[in-house]
């Protein structure tokens, strides 16, 4: 029991263990149950006069219902007896073979804080010695969502790279995965609260920073889904921008490629996912962090899926899906995403491996509501993506650039897609692909509410 000598007012109160008992579970073999530390509650209050203690905190097996209490790790939880027949855990060679990656070298994730350097390496043989190509291993999986230091990640990520090295030292390295690229440790004793810039400073002390080959995190921005749709994609973009800045002042070096490894939505399910302006967040996310120097961005929800509420009852029925799932769970119905996905990989990018330039546009209008983005493809033809996030009013543009004569232009809108909402039983009750045309490269463009435009020619 710990005492102060008089009443203390304060906002948190932080448990800080720094010396564990090594004592384990009777008959317990593994050597991750006598490490670290375990708290079953908190009684925090006063002692009166006559002894008698006061509880302050809220107890209930509800965590809704008890005092907000946060924890700063968990175990280690790959073990055999953590399966679960009841979730999809696909093995290595699943994932290599089944032609989700096409053949193509995949970014090979490894655990850094639930998991051990031990385990790291084991991976790293099997995968090299089955022949499956690796474009590089990420060490981490989300550890400022843990509450832990950025300091004591990068030991970790230390201890994991050199796992990893010690197997193949010309694997290129990266993470931390983190679920938000803005990442603070509130409660940390350190006056830099930055958890990036713990972790960046961290591994340039221990001179460790070229072990950190490309920098990662993922890209939910709404947690709530229910504000007008045109207002959270104009947010989007604002906050895309602070949170690059953000990465420049940790001092994230530029030499290690940025990379989003997941974005969607939200981490919660909801109608705007089914809705067109998932396509239109898809196409700025990818547009604006590619501009402003990102290396490469991963969509999140390939698989067909069906609609589901998990948050809040006002963001309605929806999932992060290429396509919608039939009673079988086979794909049926394909979502806006999936059209503006064809639409930036097709029709914008060039398919293949050419090299694509991309070049600042600029948007001229008393508005926010509409972006672009200009490409130079491998072919010689220009393309640019413009995206009208105005859910109410088409707007009219015309283009200023170097394309001339005749232009290739895709469209997609309401006019191709509507939802039918139906909680798990909504579907699309309009479901066209993008419609094709061609126009004068200095013609007028109109944009269509909550739309998605593809110029392109020579």
Known sequence: MLRTPAPVMVRFIRLKLEEGSNTAPPGATDIRDRLGFAVREWYIGRTDAGGVFTDYLKHAPDRTKQTWTLVSSSDPWHRAVDRDDDLEQPGIDRLYTDGMSRGLPMMLPVGAVYDTPDNAAALIRYVE??????????????????????????????????????????????????????????MEDEQDKSFTSQFIQRLKARGRIQDLNFFTFERYPFDNMCAPMGELLVRQTEGMTKLLTRLDRDGVPRAADWTITEYGFSAFSGQPMVELPSALLNADIVGQFLSQGGKAAFMFGYTPSTPTNQHLVCAGYGDMMLQEAD???????????????????QQWAEPGHGEHRL??????????????????????QWAVMIVNRDGKNAHSVTLKGPMTGRVQVWQYSPVQYAWHSDKEQGHPSRDLPPVHSTARANGVFVLPAFSLTVVRGK
Do not use: C
């Open 129 to 186: 010695a089955r022949g499956y190509p690796i474009r590089g291993v990420e060490l981490g999986e989300e550890p400022d969502g843990q509450l832990m230091s950025g300091i004591d990640y990068a030991d970790l990520y230390i201890q994991a790279a050199d796992a990893v090295h010690g197997v193949d030292s010309k694997l290129k390295l990266g993470g931390p995965s983190l679920q938000d690229a803005i990442a603070d440790a509130f």
């Open 327 to 345: 009673e079988n769970g086979a794909a049926k119905w394909p979502m806006p995403i999936y059209w503006g996905a064809r639409l930036l990989t």
């Open 359 to 380: 070049y600042r546009t600029v948007v001229t209008a008393p508005h926010d509501a509409v972006t672009a983005y200009t490409l130079r493809r491998p072919d010689g």
